[in-house]
């Protein structure tokens, strides 16, 4: 738990959430704590676009100046949970000074909400008894009904059938809002809201980039270092490298297909978001720094 006003930049990928967030950081004297759950990896960079610091010191990232916490912290081979980050960012907001401003950034809604709401979470609530299971038993416990719902990418990843699996045994198979706490955050909950077309453009020029940033050698590691079956590594921008290497697709077929499930993410990412009926969808920054001194100011 914690008392101090946290102010929230979310958004679909490649919506502009970093920039915006170091920017108000900047303005109001804020700290970044990272809300996106493949940033925590250290293992993950390109794939995730991770930003670049300037400067490490006790595990604190340094962009620009700002501290940046929660990045690079674990490693693929360790299952990290909601659970997880909810203590952590918990633990980290203790040790703030009171002057810093908490500004929790990133695409990760499960996360962020874990903390802005403050759900009542147990480590044995998340305990995901179905992460064992292989991903045709995952699919006959879920059935046909349940898995025509689901598009492509999610219908063959294990790690999201059993996430789904555990929120339906939970009773909250629309997410953990009936599990939040009453004391609701008294800061801003933020969420960049791009026209489609903008977006579509943005995500296409991001993978491009991740290409010419050396996308293809980052996966050639990971597959010689770890496990390919890692949770961690089922994640958009690594997963589709597996038909690569194994000869089955070409590059540009895995650039495509790497492009249509960051839309389809995005997608399921506006949908999570509007479930916060008070969260204020915005694409002006002005608008984000105005209202965030004025709610500081109170």
């Known amino acids: 738990m914690y008392n101090q006003k946290i102010i929230v930049i979310a958004g679909p990928t490649a919506s502009g959430k970093s920039r915006a967030a170091l920017k108000l950081a900047k303005k109001v004297n804020g700290v970044i704590i990272n809300g996106d759950s493949r940033q925590i990896y250290k293992?993950?960079?390109?794939?995730?676009?991770?930003?670049?610091?300037?400067?490490?010191?006790?595990?604190?990232?340094?962009?620009q100046g700002i501290p940046h916490y929660l990045y690079s912290f674990v490693s693929i081979s360790?299952?990290?949970?909601?659970?997880?980050?909810?203590?952590d960012t918990y633990s980290l907001l203790k040790t703030l000074p009171k002057e810093k401003i908490p500004i929790i950034t990133g695409g990760t809604g499960l996360y962020i909400d874990?903390?802005?709401?403050?759900?009542?979470?147990?480590?044995?609530?998340?305990?995901?008894?179905?992460?064992?299971?292989?991903l045709e038993e995952l699919k006959d416990m879920l059935g046909s009904e349940e898995l025509e719902k689901l598009n492509e990418s999610d219908k063959e990843n294990p790690r999201r059938l059993s996430r789904i699996l555990q929120r339906k045994s939970l009773g909250i198979p629309t997410g953990y809002s009936n599990i939040?706490?009453?004391?609701?955050?008294?800061?801003?909950?933020?969420?960049?809201?791009?026209?489609?077309?903008?977006?579509?453009?943005?995500?296409?020029?991001?993978?491009?980039?991740?290409?010419?940033d050396g996308l293809i050698?980052?996966?050639?590691?990971?597959?010689?270092?770890?496990?390919?079956?890692?949770?961690?590594?089922?994640?958009?921008?690594?997963?589709?490298?597996?038909?690569?290497?194994?000869?089955?697709?070409?590059?540009?077929?895995?650039?495509?297909?790497?492009?249509?499930?960051?839309?389809?993410?995005?997608?399921?990412?506006?949908?999570?978001?509007?479930?916060n009926k008070n969260a204020i969808w915005t694409n002006n920054y002005l608008d984000i720094e105005n209202k965030t001194i004025e709610t500081l100011s109170l």
Do not use: C
């Open 217 to 275: 050698k980052e996966n050639k590691h990971l597959r010689e270092s770890f496990n390919k079956n890692l949770p961690a590594l089922k994640t958009i921008g690594y997963q589709e490298f597996d038909d690569y290497f194994d000869g089955k697709k070409n590059l540009e077929e895995t650039k495509l297909e790497i492009i249509k499930h960051t839309n389809q993410y995005a997608k399921r990412q506006r949908t999570w978001f509007r479930r």
């Open 114 to 134: 874990s903390v802005f709401f403050q759900y009542n979470l147990t480590k044995e609530t998340y305990s995901n008894k179905y992460a064992l299971y292989s």
């Open 43 to 63: 293992e993950l960079n390109i794939g995730t676009a991770k930003p670049i610091p300037q400067e490490i010191q006790n595990g604190i990232w340094y962009i």
């Open 180 to 212: 939040q706490n009453d004391n609701v955050n008294k800061g801003l909950y933020f969420v960049l809201d791009l026209p489609k077309e903008i977006l579509r453009k943005r995500i296409q020029e991001r993978v491009e980039k991740m290409f010419d």
């Open 78 to 87: 360790t299952r990290y949970t909601v659970y997880d980050y909810q203590k």
